[in-house]
């Protein structure tokens, strides 16, 4: 289950020395995309850089990358045995994510990671990975609506919580195409610990990083991927510039280009799984905010004049799904609706009912065909590739249906 608070984590790691400095990455979404535009950064620089996210996409050890590498199954679960005996004998009883994040920690630690980027696992104050103290950067991206019954019910009460891991003395990257309620909340915050801030957007970069503009002029991005893009390379030159000799990060930008984020508008094939030969689209969209990202991209890429999309859509137990779903699905779209099975590590993570999703997907207008698919995910897969006959398909709703979908395809490999 999810229980929100530092003490356990703090317990756990008490004697644990932090032998590496982070970059503390927290938001509603982009805060992977920012943590792998940084990894790639500082590793393409020769910095020994570790790299924690959540949640792991295939297997749990995914999560924690070092060198760009994911680290090996036998260390993870070495320094995983390690951690839970600690737990034990002191009669913490972590939660699966401080246990989690300890173990990242530890491993950073027996790595002699010189940099480790953190991503937030929820919120930001009572987030156990805001047990750091050893942090060069903080960076806060774009916040919206989402985990309310954790975070609280307005937008400016999970800016507050997202805002929690600013620290006194660190400095701050903040994307500034947040929405006003959310500025004025962190910017009172920065405030508030007098420390230094950097608002960072797109619209700026010419003025606050103009070599990044000329990149930007050469590459195909969508908006988000810009602002996030802002959000590394702001953050890299805060982390370089406190680490030892001053260093050009500028002269890294190339390497942007090179970076691959799974599960964010990534064009996969199916053709292992149901013969299809015409590229899927794979997004994790899962919230109101990245679903409408996820709406734009699609509106203006995959549908011709008057084409309807057809979709693999699932989502987690507790889920907005008006709100996600009314963004991405237009009339006369077809719907298999799915879910994903048990997520490792997770045991309280549910999908909602197929049937109760199929229900919430009908109200919708003018939508076409919708089926129900609950248990297994390929019949869904199948049946949406059919439908769509070689036209648009995209699988979304939910990371962990994305996670699903990626083991089907390694499982097929073999």
Known sequence: MIELGLSRVSRLLQQT??????????????????????????????????????PHLIDRWDCITIGERVVQESLFRQIEDQVKLRDQKLGIGASEFELLT??????????????????????????ATNILSNVLVSVIAKIGMDHQ?????????????KGGILKPGVPCVVDSTNEAAVLRTL??????????????????????????????????????????????????????RTTGPEKDAFSLLPQLANVKWPGRLEDISIRSLVGREEPVLLDGAHNPQSADVLGKYVDRKLRSQSQSVTWVVAASSGKDLAGV????????????????????????VMPTNASELKGAIESMPAVGQVQSFEGELT????????VAQGGPLVIAGSLYLISDVHRLLRDAQK
């Open 325 to 348: 779903f009314r963004s991405i699905i237009r009339p006369g779209d077809n719907i298999a609706t799915a879910e994903f099975g048990p997520v490792d590590g997770m045991p309280w």
């Open 149 to 161: 019954a954790f975070l609280g019910s307005t937008i400016e009460e999970i800016a507050q919580e």
């Open 187 to 240: 910017s009172s915050r920065i405030q508030e610990l007098g420390i230094d801030a950097t608002f960072v957007s797109p619209d700026k970069v010419q003025e606050q990083l103009p070599p990044l503009a000329q990149l930007f002029e050469k590459l195909d991005l969508e908006p988000h991927q810009k602002e996030n893009m802002c959000c590394a390379v702001s953050a890299l030159c805060l982390a370089l």
């Open 379 to 386: 019949p869904a897969l199948k049946w949406a590739s059919e």
């Open 102 to 127: 300890a173990t990242a920690f530890e491993i950073f630690n027996h790595e002699q990671v010189e940099i480790g980027v953190v991503e937030v696992g929820m919120g930001g104050r009572l987030d």
């Open 17 to 54: 020395p932090f032998n590496w400095k982070a970059i503390h990455i927290a938001g509603t979404n982009g805060k992977g995309s920012i943590s792998a535009y940084l990894s790639h950064l500082l590793s393409s620089d020769g910095v020994r850089c570790g790299r924690f996210t959540s």
